[in-house]
C-alpha cells in the first residue's frame, strides 16, 4: 500500500479555496486543476507499505495523534514551487498555529521512521495544491489574477492514513482516521477504520 499521513479540509475550507481559486481554471485553462476532493494537507510521506505493517504502523501513528492537542490553522493566500523560476505547482498557504502543526508532523515522522520514508530531509511547508504545470512555466499573472488568496480559519481535530491509488477515479482513501487529544481526554474516541 502507499501510504501517507495527512489532515484533510473541511467543506467551508474546501469552499473558501475554490472561490479564491475560481478566476484561475478560465484564466489558464490548460493548467491541471486538482480536485477538490484530492486536497489534502501531507504530514508525512510513508511510501510502499506492506500489508502486514499496516497494524503496527496504525497504533504508533495513533498513539502520535493522541498526544496532540487539537489545534487551529487557517488557509492562507498563495504560493508556488519551486519558489523561483518557472513554477510547476500552485498552492494554498497555510498560516494559524504552524507551530503546533510542525510539531504533529515531525513527531508522526519520527514515529513512522521504521518504514523509511523517503524525501523527508526537505524542509516541511504544509500547503494544499490546487494546480499544476508541466512543463513549468511563469505563473505571475495567474498569481495577480487570484489576488490575495483565501483566508479561512480551519479547526484540526484529526489526523488520516490515506491510501494513495493512482490511476483509479477514487486517487485517495482513507485507511484510518484518529482523533487528536484522544489520549488526554477520554471523552473522544482514538480510532475509526475506513477501510
Do not use: N
Not at 44 to 59: I, K, M, R, T
Not at 121 to 129: A, Q
Amino acid at each position: 500500500m502507499r501510504l501517507f499521513v495527512a489532515l484533510s479540509p473541511p467543506a467551508d475550507v474546501v469552499d473558501a479555496v475554490l472561490a479564491a481559486r475560481a478566476p484561475g481554471p478560465r484564466h489558464t485553462s490548460d493548467l491541471r486543476w486538482t480536485h477538490p476532493s484530492d486536497w489534502h494537507l501531507t504530514l508525512v510521506f510513508l511510501g510502499e507499505v506492506p500489508d502486514g505493517s499496516l497494524p503496527a504502523l496504525a497504533d504508533v501513528l495513533g498513539a502520535v495523534a493522541g498526544d496532540h492537542a487539537p489545534f487551529d490553522l487557517t488557509v492562507d493566500g498563495w504560493g508556488v514551487f519551486p519558489r523561483s523560476g518557472p513554477s510547476a505547482v500552485l498552492w494554498s498557504g497555510i498560516g494559524g498555529d504552524t507551530e503546533a502543526l510542525a510539531s504533529l508532523a515531525a513527531d508522526l515522522r519520527a514515529a513512522a521512521v521504521f518504514t523509511g520514508p523517503p524525501g523527508q530531509d526537505r524542509p516541511y511547508v504544509p500547503h494544499l495544491t490546487v494546480a499544476r504545470s508541466r512543463p513549468p512555466r511563469d505563473l505571475t499573472d495567474l498569481r495577480s489574477v487570484l489576488g490575495r488568496g483565501p483566508r479561512h480559519p480551519w479547526p484540526v481535530r484529526e489526523v488520516r492514513l490515506i491510501e494513495s491509488r493512482p490511476g483509479r477515479e477514487d486517487r485517495y482513501r482513507t485507511a484510518r482516521t484518529w482523533a487528536l487529544g484522544w489520549k488526554t481526554d477520554p471523552g473522544i474516541s482514538p480510532e475509526r477504520s475506513t477501510a
